[in-house]
Structures are given as structure tokens and as C-alpha cells.
């Protein structure tokens, strides 16, 4: 068995063993692959935010500065983080600080509030939080005090100031609950000897729900994820001359890895931070930084559609657009392609792994009324009535999946998992879908009463 967290399911060695031949999984934990990107594209700019221009080797180094900085402030492998920051370069360096440091990062969206964030700290025992002092209004610090004040983990807080305020020297205080406090701009420290990680363990949580009650946590390893980035990267066939314009949050599995960040990274691309998909931050981000490739919800297409003749921004260098979320209307999708001026692409998936695609050189037909098929050849498909039996091709039922980067178990849920996984460790999606005659999916809606269902049929 693979050695992960208590709490987590690991895959059976008879599908670690496949996984391992066939290629998908190669034993880099993610950190470490930031280590070789660093020095096969050097001096290429691998963040862009805001006018600021970070390169591949600024990048790993500020990873490892503040991996020794977490370090100093007594963070150990295995511990859990919450992190929860906006679009900004910090996410990631932070991100890969705390997997260099064999942490594992718990991504929270900025949005979430006291209920979410202490059920995470909660269930993960979390002895780290970092987000911000103060975002939109909301003070950050003072939740995550307030978390700290009524529970015996968090211990450490680890404020960003957007402005650029904190003190580099220190600014550490501590409270009278014994949580301590610091800058993240402190955590600046010569970087020590590099630590040896299994691939095999968990890189970090995603999130699945809605709601405190739904909250699952998803355990990621490194293996599965850099797979999962690195086949979808070569789906769309990202190129170093590609530009990721990260419009949805950071923390979406959409936007970190499919291919995202992630895979943006992975092939010495730029990766273009912006904090908010509205049209009139994305849309000039567009023009000036030439982006070729970002992934939206229908949502945020519309609006961009709607305001496309009032900004008028060149929009000629965009090569593909990734749509997928939430369901959406013909009409729009027939609308995007023409009037953005590149490829559609759907996408259907979850935060939980299974992960389908159309293909660049599908006809128009299919983008436009199926969510394409599934990134890997082994991942494994069932759809099935009621009774748990397969349908035949065209009929519609419950969609099962299993393979190399869906997860086989919720972290500390048996309960939900004896309900969410059959026997044989296929996830039940909650995603209503039927399989057309040429292997495509069509997911129409949502299974009733199912306890795992996601919002919308696709969750990513």
C-alpha cells in the first residue's frame, strides 16, 4: 500500500503497480519537478501579476526561502496548513514552500468564513493558517484568532498584507491563546538542505461542497497530480510560448491543474494571475500580456461576451478557452468560439480526479453538446441504472469512474465513503451522464438524493 496520511484511502498495489508501468505515476513530488522547471527555463517569466514578473529561478528560490522560513517557525512533514489566499504570486510560492517542507496545504477559497474555515482546521487538525490581514473588507487574522482562541491546533497564523506593508525583520507576536503570529514577507531564510519525500503522499487537499455540512476534503499526492496536470498540458498542447491566464480562483482544481498552473508550469509557459474574472480586469490582461489559453465557468464567459463591443480589447492571441463548472446554454456556447476568436474547449470534472475532455479536432457538434472523454486510457467509466447494473450506450444513468488521479476515499469520512464508493473503488460522481455512440459523455444533470452530488453536474 502507499504510504499516506491516517485517514486517507491509498490506492490497492495491483492499481499502483498498472499506474507505475503504464508511466502516469513517476515518483517527482511536486516541489521537486519545481526544482528541474527552475533549471530547464531559468530565466523564463513564470508568474505575472499585477506588473509584477517573476522567472522560474526567482520562483523555486523564494520556495526555498520560505520553506526554510516555515521551518524556523516549527512547521514539520505531515502537518496541515490552511491556505487561503487570492490570485497572487504568494499562493503559489506558499503552496510549494509548505510541499518542499513535507506540509500539506489545505486549499480553502478566500470567500469561505468562520464556519468553513474552523470545520477545516477541525477535521485536518491544522496547526497553520495563511491568508491575508485584510481582503475586500474582511479581516482575515481576526478569524483565523478567533479559530485559534476556541481550538487546541491552529498555533500558528501567517498574515499577507496585499500592500507590500509587512515587515520583512519579524513583526512575530503571540496572543494569550499561545498562537503565534507572523508576516508571511518574514518567512526569508537561507534555505537548508533539501528533504527527501515519497511521491506517494499526500501534496495536498482540495475541497468538494458547497457548505460547512458538505465540506469533503480530498487528498491529492503528488504522483496523481502532477499526472493529471501533465497529461491534460499535453492534451491542449501547451508549448512554452503558451500563456495561462488564471481568471478563477487559484484554489479550483480547474485552474491549479487541468492543466492550469500546473501544467502551464510544467512546460516553462507563463502563468498570468488576475484576482477577479470580471470582464474588465481579464479582458485587458488578455491584450497586454498575449495570453493564449485560460479556463472559465459559463458565467464568466457570458459576461465576457456581453461587454466584448463596449471594451474592445484585442483578444487575437487567445488560441483556446476552456469552459466547464456548470452547465450551459447552446447559444453560448455557440457564441463563444466565433466571438472570442478561438477554440472551445468543454471539460468535465471534479476536485475528487475523473477529468473529461473534448478534443481540439472534435467536430463543432461535439464540443457544443458533450463533455469529451476522459483524459487518461485508464481511467475507467461505468454508467449505471438504480441497481448498480451498466446501461447501454445512449441510455442515461449514474456515472462511476476509477483511475490513476480520483481519489479512492474522503480524508477521516468512512461513513461517506461507504456510501460514495462501490466495492471495487469506483467514486459514484452523483453526475447524471450518457455515453454517445462515438465514446463521448453527455452529463444532463445531477442524481437526486445523492449524498456526494455536486452542485452542478460538473463540479470542478
Not at 345 to 372: H, I, K, N, S, Y
Amino acid at each position: 500500500m502507499t504510504s499516506m496520511l491516517n485517514g486517507c484511502t491509498p490506492w490497492p498495489e495491483e492499481f499502483v503497480d498498472r499506474y507505475r508501468v503504464a508511466g502516469h505515476w513517476r515518483g517527482h513530488t511536486l516541489d521537486n519537478l519545481l526544482r528541474g522547471w527552475a533549471l530547464q527555463y531559468g530565466p523564463r517569466t513564470a508568474l505575472v501579476h499585477d506588473g509584477t514578473r517573476i522567472t522560474y529561478a526567482k520562483l523555486n528560490r523564494r520556495v526555498d526561502r520560505m520553506a526554510a522560513g516555515f521551518r524556523l517557525r516549527g512547521l514539520r512533514p505531515g502537518q496541515r496548513v490552511v491556505v487561503q489566499l487570492p490570485n497572487v504570486p504568494e499562493f503559489v510560492i506558499t503552496v510549494f514552500a509548505l510541499m518542499r517542507v513535507g506540509a500539506v496545504p489545505v486549499f480553502c477559497p478566500v470567500s469561505h468564513r468562520a464556519p468553513e474555515v474552523s470545520h477545516l482546521a477541525w477535521v485536518t487538525e491544522a496547526i497553520g493558517y495563511v491568508g491575508p490581514s485584510t481582503y475586500q473588507g474582511f479581516e482575515h487574522t481576526t478569524m483565523a484568532a478567533d479559530i485559534a482562541a476556541r481550538g487546541p491546533f491552529l498555533r500558528r497564523v501567517f498574515t499577507f498584507e496585499a500592500t507590500g506593508t509587512s515587515s520583512p525583520d519579524g513583526g512575530f507576536a503571540t496572543d494569550t491563546s499561545g498562537c503565534h503570529y507572523f508576516p508571511l514577507a518574514s518567512l526569508d531564510s537561507p534555505p537548508g538542505p533539501a528533504l527527501a519525500q515519497s511521491a506517494d503522499q499526500v501534496a495536498f487537499f482540495l475541497l468538494s461542497g458547497g457548505t460547512t455540512e458538505a465540506l469533503k476534503l480530498i487528498p491529492r499526492t503528488h504522483n496523481d497530480y502532477a499526472y493529471q496536470a501533465r497529461a491534460a498540458a499535453e492534451l491542449v498542447s501547451l508549448t512554452e510560448n503558451d500563456v495561462y491566464l488564471a481568471a478563477l480562483p487559484a484554489e479550483f482544481n480547474f485552474t491549479f491543474g487541468c492543466p492550469g498552473i500546473i501544467g502551464t508550469l510544467s512546460i516553462g509557459g507563463t502563468v498570468v494571475l488576475v484576482e477577479s474574472p470580471e470582464p474588465a480586469q481579464c479582458l485587458p490582461v488578455i491584450e497586454r500580456e498575449r495570453v493564449t489559453i485560460t479556463s472559465v465557468v459559463p458565467a464568466v464567459a457570458q459576461l465576457w461576451l456581453d461587454v466584448l463591443p463596449t471594451i474592445q480589447a484585442d483578444l487575437s492571441s487567445l488560441r483556446l478557452v476552456q469552459i466547464g463548472g456548470a452547465r450551459w446554454h447552446r447559444a453560448t456556447a455557440e457564441r463563444t468560439g466565433p466571438e472570442l476568436g478561438c477554440r472551445l474547449q468543454q471539460v468535465f470534472g471534479m476536485a475528487e480526479g475523473l477529468l473529461t475532455l473534448t478534443r481540439t479536432d472534435d467536430p463543432d457538434e461535439t464540443v457544443l453538446t458533450t463533455q469529451g472523454r476522459p483524459l487518461s486510457p485508464d481511467d475507467e467509466i461505468r454508467i449505471v441504472d438504480v441497481d448498480g447494473k451498466d446501461v447501454p450506450d445512449g441510455e442515461p444513468g449514474e456515472l462511476l469512474a476509477r483511475g490513476p488521479f480520483t481519489l479512492r476515499g474522503y480524508y477521516r469520512a468512512p461513513d461517506r465513503n461507504a456510501r460514495s464508493f462501490t466495492a471495487d473503488g469506483y467514486f459514484r460522481t452523483g453526475a447524471l451522464a450518457r455515453r454517445t455512440a462515438d465514446g463521448n459523455l453527455a452529463v444532463t444533470g445531477r442524481l437526486a438524493g445523492h449524498p456526494d452530488g455536486h452542485e452542478h453536474p460538473s463540479g470542478l
